[in-house]
Every structure is written in C-alpha cells, then in structure tokens.
C-alpha cells in the first residue's frame, strides 16, 4: 500500500487542508441519480478514511437491499461543517465520523434527527451520549497521542517523553510537531488533551512552555506525520527531523501492518501520557430522502460483523462490547490505559474560545 492510501487508513481525522472536492464511490451502481433519493439506494456522507471490506458491504447488500454509496467529504472538521451548510438539502441520508470534539456542532445546528439503532444496549457505557433523544450512535473510538520515532531516541541516547510535562522540558526541545488546532481534528485533540490535564487556568500557561521549548505547528496530520516526523515511511522519504509528532495511538500497528517486510516490533511508539480519547459517531442526517435505508445502514455500522471489520481498515478501536480487537493492535499498540477526557458539555462550551486563545498564543 502506498504511503498515501496507509495515511488515509492510519488517521480517522486527517488535517485539513484545501478544501477537495467531493468524491464519490460504492459498491455498486444501480443507475440512480446518486442523491440517495432511490428507494433502494442508501448514501452515506463520511470524511476521507472511511473504509470497509468490500465483502463485509456487500454481506449488507445483500442481506439489506440497499446499495450503498458513499461520499467521502475531506477531514472529518471539513465534512462535519459541510454538512451543516447542507442540512435543509443533505448530501445524503446517514454521516458517519463527527467526533467528540465537534458533536456539540452538530447538535446544535439540528445535523441529525432521533433514531436509536438496534444494538445500542450493546455500546460500552462509556461511550454513550444523546440517550434521551437518540440522534447519534456510537461507531468507534480511538486515542490522539504524541508518537516518537524509536531509532532517533535509541540513537542520540534519549529516553523518550512519557507525559505531557516532559515535552517542555530541554532535552525535548525543537523534536515536537502537533497540527494545527483550529484546522485539524488530531490538533484539536491535542490542544483538549491539555486542557483537561491542566484545566481551565493552566493550560494556557502549558502551551506558553511547549512554544518556547520550539514545538513547530503545521495545517494537518499527513503533513505532520508524512513530512516533518522522522519515524513514519513517508518522514524517511520526506527527511522530516521531528522525533515526536501529535498522531494516533493506532499508528504503530500501521506501521507495522503496511511494512514490506513487516518488523518483529513497531519502529514507532506512544507517548501513553499524553493520549485524549476520541469517540466518532453516526447519526440519520434531518431531512434525510431515504431514512429507512439510513437506519439500516446505522444498525450495519452497530453490527458485530463491521465492528469486528473496522478495525483493520480504519485503524480505531469498535464501541460493541465483545467485539474482536486484531492482535496487531493489542501487541503494537495498545490503547491507553488512563486517556485524558472530557465531557461533550464542556468541549461545547469552551472549544470555540480554547481554539481562538489557542490560536493568538501559539501562532501570533
């Protein structure tokens, strides 16, 4: 797999970029307008790393009756607000990858309408939100987490950071690259992670620190990863001198996935310290022109067979409980074991101003 479709795999949020446009692919066409308006047609709106086994989709198909199609709308922060400049006249019926960090968006702007899909009793507690209305289901969950390239730390005879209180200390200094916060959803990630550690009064204090410790800020995560990092495929061809990069804590176990040969171990690892758990959800968009066949394509996403699938192909943990995790993951990497978090009340009522805070700090 090139470096670029592994990129797409590897991050659920890629960093935005220049708005692309729209592109459109499915398993089938069955000679519709593509508006998702025919009865057996079901189209579903999603950022650029969705992903699932052609086998699994066409189980759905078949069993369903529905022809899937799907629109794939750039990063999940550009299809999220796409979306909502659409909602009177959607793109589709079902959007899938709003995250915890721009839920509140989607709610508040009236993105979606009440469905509760079959298997919700099976979602991990954790994960549930909106339970008094329904109008998002849980899909999966993964942690945003600062990366380090192993053979840098092991070579220039540096322990690598383990929290976030080490990346501002000297020795770090000028190996960091995060993305952008108010462009990116990993940088967004980032930037709550600090401050649900250090709260409302510190973590600005925090990013005062991380910016005269010489941490560089870029637009999006394949920039960051792909280019400036030194411990990715893409960093060796780009020559990126960054050890430490903001990015997922799936990305070792792409790592080695997409290796030919495949390492005996990760040549990445994560910084467990500085992880934020993210959880994307899916929801039947208002004004929806096939709600019946959006709602079965919701209880598709719940299913025991896609959440055992997903996996592999978006590298993000499933939220069903009892769901089969790839043993790739489990020994490459693992997901954090206290991630930072925060309440979807919280993120709603101070992301804007955080990210604006942010924004005169770190790049003014």
Known sequence: MSITKKATALAVGLGLVALPALTAC???DDGGDGSGGGSRTVTLVSHNSWAVSKDVLAAFEKQSGYKVRVLKD????QAVNKAVLTKDNPQGDVFFGVDNTLLSRALDNGLFQPYEAKGSDKVAPEFRVDEDK???TPVDTGDVCVNYDKAYFSEHKLTPPTSFDDLVKPQ????LVTENASTSSPGLGFLLGTAAKYGDDGWEGYWKKLKANGVKVVDGWEQAYNE?????AGGKKAKGDRPLVVSYASSPPAEVIYADPR???APTGVVEGTCFRQVEYAGLLSNAKNAEGGKALIDFLL???FQADMPMNMFVYPVREGAQVPKEFTAYGPAAKNPETMEPAKIAAHRDDWVKSWTSLVLR
């Open 134 to 136: 329904h109008r998002v």
């Open 172 to 175: 770090y200094k000028d190996l």
């Open 303 to 305: 299913s025991e067979t």
């Open 74 to 77: 750039g990063d999940a922060g």
């Open 228 to 232: 400036e990092f030194s411990g990715s």
């Open 26 to 28: 499915g398993s089938s």
């Open 263 to 265: 390492p005996s171990d």
